[in-house]
């Protein structure tokens, strides 16, 4: 990469580095789009993806924030927690009610994330005098006890950012080819490609209908332990859901390519839970919401599929009955049409919340 020097009038000297050069008229490669580094630059081209119904690649669209906001009742002087900081769209919009008034904490596992967004909230007004921003997985909530005595408010957006999505180099997308990583925090466990190295039929068939209902589990999980028996590594997306498709061969021709593309999702969804633990973390965060929550606390959490908002509706039921919450959703929150249509990523969004006993 080319660099340049440039001395300011304070003779203080700052390292400017050169756009990444890429042949053609559009750059290919993500590491070349530059507006996917820096969406908050573009905000025109920006406005126009959002108006088709996408989300910009490299940044992430808050969900359901007017319900969310209208729930949490945040008030100036509140102390809060965003257990999932991710792009910190939903952290800003909780800031902005604080009024200067208050704290946040955020917490996030992926340390390439976390920090640009720590860096991009600074930039926004919001530093570490209002919020403080930690490396931690929310299994581990019950620890910030040791710092404070407890939240007014907690919001936790299971979903993962898009940004993660959209880097070819996590593996979390089939769409685009990469490694097949991921892992929200790639510093930590083992990777997809490595579970699938060794895994069972039995273990992957059950992984394929706990963690994603996959229809076609039984198929999907021949062709893969048939592979990697072989001694063929599935160390690609690409690799993965070229097998996917394979295992659908039996699928009527004009059914095919809506089958494959359901079955890719699912078959990635699957994986990312079991290399991440999801459910185990979700399990430990929900059995330690209520001792982190002030009484009266709010807290609401963002489902997108089923295995979650099970987990979640199970926990906020029983901590009722055992008089830890005061009122919980009877029903799921759902962002309204319009919100769909503007953001397909909203699609399959169920919100849930509970009030602590006072």
Not at 223 to 229: H, Q
Not at 317 to 336: F, M, T
Not at 345 to 351: C, D, L, N, Q, Y
Request: hydrophobic share 35%; aromatic share 6%; glycine share 6%.
């Amino acid at each position: 990469m080319d660099k340049e020097t440039i001395v300011d009038s304070n003779t203080s000297n700052t390292e400017h580095k050169r756009r990444v050069r890429y042949k053609g008229t559009h750059p290919r490669k993500f590491s070349e789009k530059y507006k996917e580094h820096n969406p908050e630059k573009y905000a025109d081209t920006i406005e126009k993806v959002i108006q088709k119904g996408s989300t910009p690649a490299g940044m992430h669209i808050s969900i359901m924030v007017p319900e969310i906001l209208e729930f949490l009742q945040i008030q100036p002087g509140q102390q809060g927690l965003d257990a999932t900081l991710g792009y910190g769209g939903h952290t800003r919009k909780m800031l902005e009610c604080l009024d200067g008034k208050g704290h946040m904490y955020g917490l996030d596992v992926d340390p390439i994330e976390s920090e640009k967004t720590k860096e991009r909230l600074a930039k926004a007004g919001f530093g570490e005098d209002i919020l403080t921003v930690k490396l931690m997985n929310f299994a581990d909530v019950d620890k910030l006890l040791e710092e404070t005595d407890g939240f007014d408010f907690i919001l936790a957006d299971l979903g993962v950012s898009s940004m993660q999505i959209d880097n070819p180099e996590r593996g979390f997308s089939y769409k685009v080819d990469g490694p097949l990583d991921l892992r929200l925090n790639p510093e930590k466990g083992i990777s997809a490609a490595e579970r699938l190295q060794k895994i069972s039929k039995d273990e992957l068939i059950g992984m394929l209908e706990e963690n994603a209902d996959e229809p076609y589990a039984e198929e999907i999980a021949e062709v893969i332990v048939n592979e990697t028996r072989k001694g063929n590594k599935i160390d690609t997306t690409k690799k993965l859901a070229e097998l996917i498709e394979k295992a659908l061969v039996y699928v009527p021709k004009d059914e095919k390519k809506d089958a494959v593309k359901k079955s890719c999702a699912r078959t990635f969804q699957a994986l990312r839970i079991d290399v991440n633990n999801e459910f185990e973390v979700l399990d430990s965060f929900l059995e330690k919401l209520p001792s982190i929550l002030k009484p009266g606390g709010r807290v609401a959490i963002l489902t997108f599929h089923s295995g979650e908002d099970r987990l979640v509706k199970k926990s906020f039921k029983w901590h009722k009955q055992l008089g830890n919450y005061s009122e919980i959703a009877r029903d799921v929150v759902r962002p309204s049409k319009e919100e769909c249509i503007r953001n397909s990523r909203a699609h399959s969004t169920k919100m849930r919340w509970a009030v602590k006993s006072m």
